[in-house]
């Protein structure tokens, strides 16, 4: 007897110069408490060309490391950002930023805030938001940049690392309100409820 054979997984295929680059991820983290507030799903994508030494991630350079980032995958973290308490999605590496990630990681978070606008989206980036990320050099980020409410930027600094910073690894690392920044026209850093006391009552109703 013959059997039907399964269809094969749909690539999420982005666009550079013309060019298309499908995309590959190391691993996902449905519930990480370590890369943002809150409970969050992280992604942590593959090809990184930073190659910053002490990385704790490696393997992740690599831009055919782990496994193919197919809409099977999308679908799977849409359904990890359901919940009421999971606070939204952050991305990591690897590098997001790269070029031969941005096309499939746009198409990741069209599909997140067409579902769950209240979603907050998190991007670690070892490029620089003014520098890199805003001057082009990257491509057009416009859309990408649309969808982050927190950009931590900069590559790691082993001689700047700080194991008592929040969210971000070495001291030269920032913490950008992103839609703050585009608004203004420059760098709003992101402040959360341990420097600014009108977060603690937020903070609170999301631990109860």
Known sequence: MNHPQAAPARLILGKTK?????????????????????????????????????????????FSYGEPFTQEVVDRILELLRPGFVR?????????????????????????????????????????????????????????????DVLVDGPFIQAKKNLALRFRGSENQRLIDVPASLAKGEIVLWEDWQTQKKGMEEYAQHQG
């Open 18 to 62: 013309n060019e298309e680059f499908k995309m590959n991820y190391a691993t996902i983290k449905p519930r990480d408490i370590a890369n943002g507030p809150g409970v969050r799903v992280s992604l942590f994508v593959s090809g990184c060309t930073h190659h910053c030494p002490g990385c704790f991630n490696q393997e992740a350079w690599d």
């Open 88 to 148: 939204g999605l952050t991305l990591l590496g690897g590098e997001p930023f790269e070029p031969q990630n941005q096309g499939p990681i746009v198409d990741l978070l069209r599909q997140v805030k067409a579902q769950m606008p209240e979603k907050s989206i998190w991007a670690f980036s070892g490029y620089l938001f003014d520098r890199d990320i805003l001057s082009g050099r990257l491509g057009d980020t416009r859309e990408y940049l649309s969808y982050l």
